[in-house]
């Protein structure tokens, strides 16, 4: 591991500009999760005194980031029991639990579905890496459900194919808070970097890439729904973001509203419910429930189906319960 400094003096032109700015625009080769974080740890001086991001810098003023080289990571092989719905000399289709990151990132190599897959396969395709290898899509580490993995390149490259040309059907199951006025429906609104919390996404009208996620209502139970969910795009957390925007959070969700917060709008008797489901389901209540794909080779159409996981039939089954209680009253 070798220690890197890099230097910059702040323009003549510029009177004053948040330092995390600042450093996004002048190093393009670094992502602003990236230098966040190396503020936050103290690795970025100005005028060799360490300070926090939103410092303002001014012409003239030097600034040095410390980086840190480090060699490729290689991710190992690791023993870990896989839920493999289908598999060939081709391809592979998963059920991914929850808590299982698919691929290593943020200094995770350990515990990853790839991890898995590498003890699983001899081989897996190599188009995204050495971190990534097989990987043609992704879900979030609590998103449970289907998920093709590539053996081969060329697999992988007819696959990722039909993603581009929205040929691949995907459908989710979702629980989410309240009622929804209709029974079905298309959400149309592109999804961007959140612009203050780069791990999260937003809707960007502006900026945004097209996303679009159509939507039914299989049941309802006052508090909650149950949905269907297919997607016509795949930007990453595109059902989160577009239910969490129709004021429609997934239960459980800790990154778009999906917990604590939305008990506050409810009746006691709501409540108490919404305060048992929370601990029900302590991630998203979202599942990748069905996957349906034009096999790389042979051409012929296949579709998958994966139950729901425990902890979502136990939440839905205890809000029929109730559901049925409060109606009978």
Same mark, same amino acid.
């Given at each position: 591991?070798?220690?890197?400094?890099?230097?910059?003096?702040?323009?003549?032109?510029?009177?004053?500009?948040?330092?995390?700015?600042?450093?996004?625009?002048?190093?393009?080769?670094?992502?602003?999760?990236?230098?966040?974080?190396?503020?936050?740890?103290?690795?970025?001086?100005?005028?060799?005194?360490?300070?926090?991001?939103? %410092?303002?810098?001014?012409?003239?003023?030097?600034?040095?980031?410390?980086?840190?080289?480090?060699?490729?990571?290689?991710?190992?092989?690791?023993?870990?029991?896989?839920?493999?719905?289908?598999?060939?000399? $081709?391809? @592979?289709?998963?059920?991914?639990?929850?808590?299982?990151?698919?691929?290593? #990132?943020?200094?995770? %190599?350990? &515990?990853? @579905?790839?991890? #898995?897959?590498?003890? /699983? =396969?001899?081989? @897996?395709?190599?188009?995204?890496?050495?971190?990534?290898? &097989?990987?043609?899509?992704?879900?979030?580490?609590?998103?449970?459900?289907?998920?093709?993995?590539?053996?081969?390149?060329?697999?992988?490259?007819?696959?990722?194919?039909?993603?581009?040309?929205?040929?691949?059907?995907?459908?989710?199951?979702?629980?989410?808070? +309240?009622?929804?006025?209709?029974?079905? +429906?298309?959400?149309?609104?592109?999804?961007?970097?959140?612009?203050?919390?780069?791990?999260?996404?937003?809707?960007?009208?502006?900026?945004?890439?097209?996303?679009?996620?159509? %939507?039914?209502?299989?049941?309802?139970?006052?508090? =909650?729904?149950? @949905?269907?969910?297919?997607?016509?795009?795949?930007?990453?957390? $595109?059902?989160?973001?577009?239910?969490?925007?129709?004021? /429609?959070?997934?239960?459980?969700?800790?990154? %778009?509203?999906?917990?604590?917060?939305?008990?506050?709008?409810?009746?006691?008797?709501?409540?108490?419910?919404?305060?048992?489901?929370?601990?029900?389901?302590?991630?998203?209540?979202?599942?990748? $429930?069905?996957?349906?794909?034009?096999?790389?080779?042979?051409?012929?159409?296949? $579709?998958?189906?994966?139950?729901?996981?425990?902890?979502?039939?136990?939440?839905?089954?205890?809000?029929?319960?109730?559901?049925?209680?409060?109606?009978?009253?």
């Amino acid at each position: 591991m070798v220690a890197k400094t890099k230097r910059l003096i702040v323009p003549s032109q510029i009177k004053r500009q948040r330092l995390d700015q600042f450093l996004a625009e002048h190093l393009r080769g670094i992502s602003r999760s990236a230098l966040k974080r190396f503020i936050e740890e103290g690795r970025v001086f100005i005028d060799a005194k360490p300070v926090k991001p939103h %410092y303002q810098v001014r012409a003239g003023q030097e600034v040095k980031l410390q980086l840190v080289e480090t060699r490729p990571a290689k991710v190992s092989p690791e023993k870990t029991s896989l839920d493999v719905v289908f598999e060939d000399d $081709q391809l @592979l289709v998963v059920n991914k639990p929850a808590g299982m990151m698919v691929h290593p #990132a943020s200094g995770v %190599y350990s &515990g990853t @579905l790839v991890n #898995a897959l590498l003890h /699983h =396969c001899a081989k @897996l395709s190599g188009i995204h890496g050495p971190l990534r290898p &097989g990987i043609v899509h992704r879900l979030d580490k609590d998103t449970t459900g289907l998920l093709m993995v590539a053996k081969t390149d060329q697999a992988h490259r007819v696959l990722a194919d039909q993603l581009q040309q929205h040929v691949i059907r995907r459908e989710y199951r979702a629980i989410v808070w +309240g009622q929804f006025p209709s029974t079905e +429906g298309i959400i149309d609104s592109p999804i961007g970097r959140h612009r203050t919390d780069r791990k999260r996404m937003a809707i960007r009208l502006v900026r945004g890439r097209k996303a679009m996620t159509r %939507y039914r209502v299989e049941e309802e139970f006052g508090v =909650c729904s149950f @949905l269907s969910l297919k997607l016509e795009t795949g930007r990453t957390h $595109q059902i989160r973001v577009h239910l969490a925007h129709l004021g /429609h959070p997934v239960l459980g969700d800790p990154k %778009y509203g999906g917990r604590r917060k939305k008990l506050a709008g409810l009746r006691q008797a709501s409540r108490k419910m919404g305060e048992e489901l929370l601990r029900l389901m302590p991630r998203q209540a979202l599942h990748a $429930q069905i996957l349906g794909f034009n096999h790389p080779v042979k051409g012929k159409f296949m $579709q998958f189906e994966a139950e729901l996981p425990e902890d979502m039939a136990v939440t839905l089954e205890r809000l029929r319960g109730w559901w049925r209680g409060r109606l009978s009253v």
